[in-house]
T-cell receptor
Framework: AQSVAQPEDQVNVAEGNPLTVKCTYSVSGNPYLFWYVQYPNRGLQFLLKYITGDNLVKGSYGFEAEFNKSQTSFHLKKPSALVSDSALYFCAVRDRGSTLGRLYFGRGTQLTVWP | DADVTQTPRNRITKTGKRIMLECSQTKGHDRMYWYRQDPGLGLQLIYYSFDVKDINKGEISDGYSVSRQAQAKFSLSLESAIPNQTALYFC??????????????FGPGTRLTVL
């Protein structure tokens, strides 16, 4: 079975501070991992993905994520948060051995960055 | 993503009415998906289609049906709407990546309210 856990419903951080949004996953094989962001009244926008290679993945808007196979985690990070980063963030996983090709999403983490 | 459009963007209807939500894409992707989003539950897969002749149920297909009229169009129907189908509905598309990552692209969403 494939699943994603985002243990924090909300993350609050002051502008200029580093931020981390946590994600752990469960797949039967090796994973493809994704982060998406949803701004109010908008669809989901792709941020970054891990396919293979370097465990540190860099994405849009200064975000990065680190794949940790031993901890089955893919935490989203940014060194210096902006108020405009406030949004709902979703982690997703796909088993690369699956022929179905569908993604499984976490429940989302609401990030609030205050001035 | 402007390449994936959904109509209508907002709809209020009454219990028992038949509703159709439409999705069109200009990305040329074979794969299309319908999700519903409820607060705190993340995205749940309703139906997905890997080509015009291939339609599959997701985890919450009861009460819904779909039609893949063409590669570019994928419609979701609620035959007899009920209040607990009030949610935000997203259409998404993807194409098999040679590396297999299957990144998905989302439409802007349809907010459906069933009274």
């Amino acid at each position: 079975a494939q699943s994603v856990a985002q243990p924090e419903d909300q993350v609050n951080v002051a502008e200029g501070n580093p931020l981390t949004v946590k994600c752990t996953y469960s797949v039967s094989g090796n994973p493809y991992l994704f982060w998406y962001v949803q701004y109010p009244n908008r669809g989901l926008q792709f941020l970054l993905k891990y396919i293979t290679g370097d465990n540190l993945v860099k994405g849009s808007y200064g975000f990065e994520a680190e794949f940790n196979k031993s901890q089955t985690s893919f935490h989203l990070k940014k060194p210096s948060a902006l108020v405009s980063d406030s949004a709902l963030y979703f982690c997703a996983v796909r088993d690369r051995g699956s022929t179905l090709g569908r993604l499984y999403f976490g429940r989302g983490t609401q990030l609030t960055v205050w001035p | 993503d402007a390449d994936v459009t959904q109509t209508p963007r907002n709809r209020i209807t009454k219990t028992g009415k038949r509703i159709m939500l439409e999705c069109s894409q200009t990305k040329g992707h074979d794969r299309m998906y319908w999700y519903r989003q409820d607060p705190g539950l993340g995205l749940q897969l309703i139906y997905y289609s890997f080509d015009v002749k291939d339609i599959n149920k997701g985890e919450i297909s009861d009460g819904y049906s779909v039609s893949r009229q063409a590669q570019a169009k994928f419609s979701l129907s609620l035959e007899s709407a009920i209040p607990n189908q009030t949610a935000l509905y997203f259409c998404a598309t993807s194409d098999p990546d040679p590396r297999g990552s299957n990144e998905q692209f989302f439409g802007p969403g349809t907010r459906l309210t069933v009274l």
